[in-house]
């Protein structure tokens, strides 16, 4: 087998591979040997006719299929490993036959590698940062929540529905005077004011008394899921069977002991703004993060191969699989109800995949040319850091350790340097 390599368009690189008349002759020869059971000759038993006769039957080419196949398998993997400190194959390779004779053959395989990326500058830039304060409002919404989680559901039957109220209700949904599928129920508890139906439908039952029945009309939003009924006005008739209040805890000391642990009302503010801000300050960093990607990648120029946006994809949809999993769902199940199918779903992961993949590979190449690595000392302080948060020895903890869990922790070392190094080299402003 001899073999060239050769750049080709977006990101691939294509494979000519000859194999002489004797390898040709060889590969058919294990084919007969592999798929001969599979014919049956008048004359022989099944799997005993030779070679030349089952050719004869059914043709010179009969064997050619499995001869390519196997040739290429048992090669493939050569080439790939000459060719791994050059270039690194992120997908399958495509492959197609250029010359088929008794003299020889030749195949073609193009394959997606991983894309030369071009930075022009990463550093000496002005980047927006992001910062967030926790105000006093956000942790009397923290309370209220804490409050409503302990709320005693009373039962009302002498006024009308409100916000706050659990409503049982009955509806069938219409568009043009036709039902349609997931529109319609019985018995629903829905939370007014929780948003969890089409906007202005909660509102429009505000107000309404039990027993009594109401058209309650809405329009679609125009991104909404399912294909059929983005932006379409629609009409559900609504009866309301009951209302269920909420009887709200009063806020004293005695019951946020009993509901948190904390002693007091101002302990347990003063926690929950402390845990409030350590959110804020994760999902400010996570911006700020994203705010120095996006300004590099508007440096960057790089030919992203299909393959590697269809991996992504592939994860980003299998990652909302598994939270429907969660749910007792399953994705076919979901599309089914959209009335969408896998190929448009997948489609709306594209932008979201193709960001995700660049800013990969800007990772990437920004950690190889600054040459950012970890260290086993600096590894091994994490593991000590875990460790000591269970009440383990380093060496306890670490026998247990898949190591996966190490690489997690030398990837995670590395890319805090990788954002500390690009905060320090650029000019960071925060928005007043």
């Known amino acids: 087998m001899k073999y060239t390599s050769k ?35 008048n004359g022989f038993r099944k799997g005993k006719a030779p070679k030349n006769v089952i050719e004869n039957v059914y043709g010179k080419g009969v064997f050619y299929e499995d ?61 927006k940062e992001f910062a967030y304060t926790v105000k006093d409002e956000e942790v009397d919404e923290e309370i209220n929540r804490l409050l409503d989680r302990n709320a005693r559901k009373v039962e009302v039957t002498d006024r009308a529905a409100q916000n706050g109220d ?3 209700i009955d509806f069938v949904g219409t568009v043009d005077g036709v ?6 129920a019985e018995g629903f508890d829905l939370t007014l004011g929780s948003g969890q139906f089409i906007p202005g439908f909660e509102d429009q039952v505000v107000g309404m008394n039990i027993g009594e029945t109401k058209d309650v009309n809405v329009t679609f939003p125009e991104n909404y899921q399912a294909e059929n009924l983005k932006g379409k006005p629609a009409v559900f008739a609504v009866k309301l069977n009951g209302i269920q209040g909420k009887e709200l805890p009063e806020l004293t000391d005695e019951f946020i002991k009993d509901a948190t642990g904390s002693e007091t009302v101002e302990a347990y503010k ?18 700020t993060e994203n705010s120095i990607l996006e300004a590099i990648a508007a440096n960057t120029e790089v030919e992203i191969p299909d393959a590697m ?22 994705l076919q199940d979901y599309l089914d109800f959209l009335k969408v199918t896998k190929a448009d779903f997948r489609k709306n992961y594209e932008e979201q995949a193709k960001k995700n993949v660049l800013n990969q590979l800007i990772i990437s190449q920004i950690i190889k040319e ?39 922790i030398r990837s995670d070392i590395i890319i805090t340097k990788l954002f500390k190094l690009l905060k320090e080299n650029n000019e960071m402003y925060v928005e007043a």
Request: proline share 2%; charged share 35%.
């Open 179 to 184: 039902k349609f599928e997931g529109g319609e």
């Open 7 to 41: 750049a080709a368009e977006k990101s691939t690189v294509k494979f000519t591979i000859k194999f002489d008349a004797e390898e040709w002759k060889e590969a058919q020869n294990k084919a007969y040997l592999k798929t001969r059971g599979r014919f049956a000759l």
């Open 270 to 287: 003063a926690k929950a703004k402390e845990r409030l801000q350590q959110q804020a300050d994760r999902r400010a960093n996570d911006a």
């Open 370 to 408: 600054e040459n950012i690595e970890a260290t086993e000392a600096e590894v091994d302080e994490k593991i000590a850091d875990q460790a000591a948060s269970v009440e383990k020895t380093a060496e306890e903890y670490k026998k247990n350790m898949d190591p996966r869990q190490i690489d997690y």
């Open 166 to 168: 659990i409503v049982n």
């Open 67 to 127: 001869a390519l196949n196997m040739l290429f398998s048992e090669n493939y993997g050569t080439i790939v490993e000459k060719e791994s400190k050059k270039i690194t194959i992120v997908g399958d390779p495509d492959v197609s036959v250029d010359k088929l004779e008794d003299d020889g053959i030749t195949l073609i395989a193009v394959v997606p590698v991983k894309p030369e990326v071009k930075i022009s500058s990463y550093k000496g830039m002005k980047i």
């Open 309 to 330: 946006i269809d991996r992504e994809i592939d994860g980003l949809v299998q990652k909302f699989e598994y939270q429907l999993m969660y749910q007792g769902l399953k």
